[in-house]
Each structure stands twice: as structure tokens, then as C-alpha cells.
């Protein structure tokens, strides 16, 4: 149960900037997430926590106590890996029994403390049998089991689920997320699953190249993204993006895409911040209305290029101006490669970026 | 034509691989072999490959018994998971290769390479070594090989699980697309529902080298054969529960400890069809209603168990006896752990499977 704060934190590799300047505080008892793609630096940012590696510049703090010359064994984090790092011929007890025989505790409150962490993971039944014969999901709680004997106050998690399938991972999204409430345990998790980030974050972050895009509750960065990066990475499909330019007609402003225009007069104010006239339209797939017949309220006509039925629903991919959009097509809507449809993009809903900066401007 | 198997079996010791598949892939059809690890179905591509041979049953390609050709007079293209493409060789003389050894004139060999390099967007990199390209592009050049010597058949072994989720959504699309202008008979291997119901015409569902169900994707959704289909496809999965069936005053009802529901509308169909009266009620988590209050006869009270906002939808956990219900909601959706709800199901999209049998009666 300890507030973890991270500040001005570097770190170069053979002179590779792996963090560069990074701030963040993450809350006691919150399950923060940490989403970038592989190399965006959220393992080294784990370590550096850990203490597996000094930073070159900045401090960690945990609990307002400054600990960057403190040892990774005296820091009271765990971590759990993707690999797990288990040991397979050892039976669970034995391997959640370790850390404690390390640290020489009593034999009886060892029994004890395993017995009892056994308990709140549901893997009682578990403790006499080899790793080797687990399932997947048992193991992830062994590994979390072995960590969690030792009491530690913060628990660092890198892409623990990301060896187990499908299926599996999205029980043990619920059930690590559980485990976190009835603990009270600051978690700090690392993936590169905007999916698991979303559904799991009290707060998340997005990381690129070492900095901090965005960090906030997912709702946030998912309908207010501070750019098109991490516009970008949230959501599935992913938000569409147009590129287009600003022009004035009759007193209105319209942006122009090529093979359509939007009326944005009403964001004046917000055009203001755009450092030229080139933008970047953006549009979720959910915000878009696929019609057969062009209607009064149409953005444009487009072509059917794929059709993606994913069961409860259809994504439909659509040629517009030499790329393609994505859309969700409506209940019992039938299309086939090489239909002309309409699209009508939600006003309410467009995204713009100035193509630039990549910053968002409304 | 097209591709046609019959009775096909193969056993491995005493393992018995493939049992007994019948088959049939039209011209210019896309079809998928689905299933978990160690269901048959790359044990079943190998055999229309060639790589393997059947312990009995027929393989017939453009309707020529192929049982004996060896794999390169079987005029098929093979793609793999690890790409299988020279590191050494630029991307051009990986492409001429196939074409090299069939001793293909030099000027047809650079027409044809031009087509495929730029079909695959390639072009910019024929000149490269294969070693150096990025995974998508090795990947692509692994494809152009084979789609270069003009395959009558298609043979794909889960050739994007290598790719991150963002490049395998980039690739299913491109590969679709690919396949609908060539016309191109294609047998995809995957163990993905995700990628096998998006791409394909008709899925075969595989299990213990059987084959489960072959249908279009739309019904093999909505209308699974039996409980191992109906649970591996969709995610999140469906919602099955233990019940027993009861008979009271002419009418019918399946009774879940917990609930009971009213089916009098299959009470014929289930007492002719069902083995026994231990029956499964199974309901996929987009037709399951989230509602505050018990606003119609048939709600079910619970808690909320967890709430996975994930954009555009947010997946509710709520226990149902001693199971875990998952339902899908809007992606406003919101409730904390804990809050008090009612579920009810859509009516007609309740399905009844016999638990004995596993087979699906309504």
C-alpha cells in the first residue's frame, strides 16, 4: 500500500535514451497501466522501480521516501515476468515457500504464511503438485502467490499474461483485477494490449520512445487523447484518420480531404492552436454511419474493399480517397466486396490534429 | 475443382490424428481449419501439401487424385508461420526462385515479379536482403513466392501469429483482399475464431481431428452444431449453465437452481431431442440485457462481480449460481463493483445443448 513517485527519471542504454525525463506519480492502492509497443522503454521503467537498474538522472520515491540508492532487495516490490520464472520440478509450496526460506523464516510461520496466501489465491489444493503439471492460469497465480508471501508493498507486473491464451487471458484479466481490490496493493502493469490496459486501469499511461504521452483513466485517453498517437493506440478498431486542409469559402471554414469537405466554422476558436492548415481528421469506427442510399447527412460514397464479420457484429473496410476506413456496419446490413455505399461521420464525434505536431486541437 | 478430400485419416502410432474428414473447397473459395493446438489441422494442410502422407482416405486437387504426387507437382503455394524465405537472397531473387526452377523464360520472370511486387506493395524493397526487411515484409515476401508460380491452391499455416495485434489486423485485410481479386482457392490453418471469421468463406471447425461443424461464418455463429463449437467462437465466450429439465402444469422450464426459465415453446423439440434431462442454457454475452431494476418477469438478480470498459463496449462480469456471467454493454456502461443488477436474455438467441451429448437442440 505505498504511492510511488517517479521524477525526472533517465536512463540511456550504450548511449540509446531508453527514459528520457520522465514524471509520474501513481496513487496507493491504484492499478496503474502502463500501454506502449514492444521497445517503448516499459519493462526498463519497471526495473528502474524495481531497482533492477539506476537510473542515470531523477529520483523514485516510494511512499515520499527516497530510495534511489536503496537495493532492489530492500525495496519491498515485487515483480512478476512474462516467463514467470518459475521453478517447473518444484512443487508450488516449495516455490512459494522460497522467498521466505531466503530471508530464514521460522519454519512454522512459513508454513503459515504460504498456507495462507495459498488460501486467497484458490490454489490450496494446488501446493503439493510440480509446476510442470499446472495449467497456465495456475502457474500465473503461483507466480503471483510467491511474490505476494513476502508482503511487498508495491507489485510490478510485466505482460504477465501475454504466454496464455486467449480464453485464459481474459479470465485472469477479471481475476488479477479482483485480486488487486481485495489486496489494496498498488499494482503497476506493463502491456502492450490497449485492451488489458483499458479494462484494467484505475489510471493508465501511454509511453513512446521513453516519454509519457497521456496519462489519465482510460475513458479519458480513449474519448479525449491528448494526440494522434495515442488516438492511435486505443481502441479496436482503431480510430481512421484523414489527412486534409483548412480553407475559407462564403465565411465558412472547411477542412477539405480530396474527395470530401467538413464544415468546422464552429471550431474556430480551437483552429486557433493549428500550426498551419494541414490537419489530420480523425473518426472512431463506431462513429460513422454506413447507409446504402447517399442521404442529406452523408459525408461521402465509398467503396467495399473487406468485409470483417466478427459474429455480434460486422467492421466493414472502405476505399475512400486511395485509403481505407474502417466502419461498423448496421444489424443485418449485407455488403459485398465492390458495393458503393454512404458514410456519415457523427459531427459530434470527429478528432482533429494538427498534422504537424500531431496534437490534438479540439 | 477446387479442393476435395474424402475420408482422410492419420494416425501417428497409435494417435489418431485426423479422423475420417471429408471436405470439399470450391474454386476460388476462402476456407478456414480452425481449432485448438493439436486438433488436426495442421496435420490435415500438411497432407494436402504433400509434406505428409495419409494412413487412408483421398486428397483431389482441380480433381486430380494427388495421393501420391510429391508437393511440387501438386500446384500449390505454401506459407508458413516462419516465413521459410532465404535471409541471404535480395527479395527479387527470393521471388524468382519458384519461377527459376520451373525454368520460367527470364522476361515472363521480371512481368511477373513486377505484378506481385507491386500487388504486395513490395517494390520499394526487391533490392533488400530478406534478412533485413521488417516482419510484415518478410511475411509478404513469403507470400509473393508462393503466389508468384500461380498456385491452384492456397495452403496457409497460421502465417500471421508472429505479427503484433495491430499488423495482424493490417494483414487479415490485405491477405482477403488479395485473395477476392485473384480469385485464389485458399485453405488457411489458425487457431484465431477472430482471424477464421473474418477471412473466410466457410470455417471447419476441428477438434481431436475431428471436424466439428463446416459452415459459413454468420452460422456457424449463430447457429453452433455442439458446446465446442458454440464456446470457441465469439469472444468474450459464451455464458453456459447447468441446468435440469421440468415439466409442471403443461408447461416446460429449465431449471437453473437459481432461475428458472419458461421454454414451453421447445418443450416438443427438447423432449424428443435431449438424451437426459441434464440440460446447458447457453447464451452469448451481447444477448444478455444489463438492466437496474427487475423490470420484466424473467430478470435474474446479481452483483457486480467486475466491469472491463474496453471503448466501444464494456464487458460486465456478474456470478449466476456458482458461475461467471459475462455480458456486454454499451461502452458508457458503467457500475462499480459490488452494485446490485437484474440480467435477462434474449429470448430467441438462447440456445439449449444436451449436456450428455454436447450437442445443441435449440
Known amino acids: 500500500m505505498v504511492k510511488v513517485t517517479l521524477q525526472n527519471l533517465s536512463k540511456t542504454f550504450g548511449g540509446k535514451t531508453v527514459i528520457r525525463d520522465l514524471t509520474l506519480e501513481i496513487n496507493e492502492q491504484e492499478f496503474f497501466c502502463i500501454l506502449g509497443y514492444p521497445g517503448a522503454g516499459k519493462t526498463t521503467l519497471l526495473r528502474l522501480i524495481a531497482g533492477l537498474e539506476k537510473q542515470d538522472k531523477g529520483d523514485v520515491y516510494l511512499d515520499n521516501k527516497l530510495v534511489n540508492n536503496v537495493h532492489a532487495s530492500h525495496r519491498d516490490v515485487a515483480m512478476i515476468f512474462q516467463n514467470l520464472a518459475l521453478y517447473p520440478n518444484r512443487t508450488v509450496f516449495e516455490n512459494m515457500a522460497f522467498p521466505l526460506k531466503v530471508r530464514k523464516m521460522p519454519r512454522t510461520e512459513l508454513r503459515n504464511r504460504v498456507q495462507e496466501v495459498a488460501k486467497s489465491l484458490s490454489i490450496e489444493h494446488l501446493l503439493d503438485r510440480a509446476i510442470a503439471n499446472l495449467s497456465g492460469g495456475e502457474k500465473q497465480r503461483v507466480a503471483i502467490g510467491r511474490a505476494l508471501v513476502r508482503r511487498p508493498q508495491v507489485f510490478l507486473m510485466d505482460e504477465p499474461l501475454s504466454n496464455l491464451d486467449a480464453l485464459l487471458r481474459l479470465e485472469m484479466r477479471v481475476e488479477l483485477k479482483r485480486l488487486q481490490r481485495e489486496l489494496g496493493q498498488t499494482f503497476i502493469y506493463a502491456t502492450p494490449d490497449q485492451l488489458e490496459a483499458m479494462s484494467m486501469g484505475d489510471r493508465m499511461a501511454t509511453l513512446s520512445e521513453g516519454q509519457l504521452q497521456q496519462v489519465d483513466v482510460p475513458e479519458v485517453l480513449y474519448n479525449k487523447p491528448k494526440n494522434q498517437f495515442v488516438a492511435g493506440l486505443l481502441g479496436s478498431p482503431a480510430m481512421n484518420f484523414m489527412e486534409g486542409s483548412c480553407r475559407q469559402s462564403d465565411g465558412r471554414t472547411l477542412l477539405d480531404v480530396g474527395s470530401f469537405q467538413i464544415d468546422i466554422t464552429r471550431f474556430h476558436k480551437a483552429l486557433e492552436r493549428a500550426t498551419g492548415p494541414e490537419l489530420i481528421l480523425g473518426i472512431r469506427p463506431e462513429h460513422i454511419k454506413v447507409t446504402r442510399q447517399r442521404g442529406p447527412n452523408s459525408t461521402c460514397e465509398v467503396v467495399v474493399y473487406v468485409v470483417e464479420p466478427l459474429g455480434g457484429e460486422m467492421i466493414l473496410h472502405l476505399g475512400v480517397d486511395g485509403g481505407l476506413i474502417k466502419a461498423f456496419a448496421p444489424p443485418g446490413f449485407e455488403a459485398k466486396y465492390g458495393d458503393h455505399v454512404s458514410v456519415e461521420f457523427d459531427p459530434n464525434r470527429i478528432y482533429l490534429f494538427d498534422k504537424k505536431t500531431e496534437e490534438a486541437i479540439l | ?362
Not at chain 2, 81 to 108: C, S, W
Not at chain 2, 286 to 299: C, F, G, L, R, T
Open chain 2, 1 to 362: 475443382m477446387g479442393l476435395h478430400i474424402e475420408n482422410l485419416r492419420k494416425e501417428f502410432g497409435k494417435l489418431v490424428a485426423v479422423k475420417d474428414l471429408s471436405l470439399k473447397v470450391e474454386t476460388g473459395e476462402f476456407v478456414s481449419l480452425l481449432g485448438p493446438s493439436g486438433c488436426g489441422k495442421s496435420t490435415t494442410l500438411n497432407m494436402i501439401a504433400g509434406l505428409l502422407y495419409p494412413t487412408s482416405g483421398s486428397i483431389f486437387i482441380d480433381d486430380v487424385l494427388v495421393n501420391e504426387l510429391p508437393p511440387r507437382d501438386r500446384k500449390i503455394g505454401l506459407v508458413f508461420q516462419n516465413y521459410a524465405v532465404f535471409n541471404h537472397m535480395t527479395v527479387h531473387d527470393n521471388l524468382a526462385f519458384g519461377l527459376k526452377i520451373r525454368k520460367t523464360p527470364k522476361n515472363e520472370i521480371d512481368k511477373r515479379i513486377k505484378e506481385v511486387a507491386e500487388f504486395l506493395r513490395i517494390g520499394d524493397v526487391l533490392d533488400k536482403r530478406a534478412g533485413g526487411l521488417r516482419l510484415d515484409q518478410l511475411q509478404r515476401v513469403a507470400i509473393g513466392r508462393s503466389m508468384i508460380v500461380k498456385p491452384s491452391l492456397f495452403l496457409l499455416d497460421e502465417p500471421l501469429s508472429n505479427l503484433d495485434a495491430a499488423l495482424r489486423a493490417v494483414m487479415r485485410v490485405e491477405l482477403k483482399k488479395m485473395q477476392k481479386e485473384l480469385k485464389q482457392t485458399v485453405v488457411y490453418v489458425t487457431h484465431d475464431q477472430l482471424e477464421a471469421m473474418t477471412m473466410s468463406e466457410r470455417i471447419a471447425v476441428m477438434n481431436k481431428g475431428e471436424l466439428q461443424q463446416y459452415d459459413t461464418p454468420s452460422v456457424i455463429y449463430n447457429h453452433p452444431k455442439n458446446q465446442f463449437v458454440a464456446n470457441f467462437i465469439g469472444s468474450p465466450s459464451m455464458n453456459f449453465i447447468d441446468c435440469s429439465f421440468a415439466e409442471k402444469d403443461g408447461k416446460a422450464f429449465l431449471d437453473a437452481g437459481v432461475f428458472s426459465l419458461d421454454i414451453t415453446e421447445f418443450h416438443e423439440i427438447v423432449k424428443a431431442q435431449a438424451t437426459s434431462s441434464e440440460l446447458i442454457l447457453a447464451i452469448r454475452p451481447e444477448d444478455v440485457k444489463i438492466m437496474n431494476q427487475p423490470s420484466m418477469d424473467e430478470a435474474i438478480e446479481t452483483s457486480v462481480y467486475m466491469v472491463e470498459p474496453i471503448g466501444v463496449k464494456t464487458i460486465v462480469t456478474m456470478p449466476i449460481g456458482n458461475r461467471m456471467f459475462k455480458a456486454l454493454a454499451a461502452g458508457g456502461f458503467r457500475a462499480a463493483i459490488g452494485d446490485r443488477k437484474w440480467i435477462a436474455f434474449q429470448r430467441p438467441k438462447v440456445h439449449i445443448i444436451d449436456k450428455k451429448t454436447g450437442s445443441v437442440v435449440v
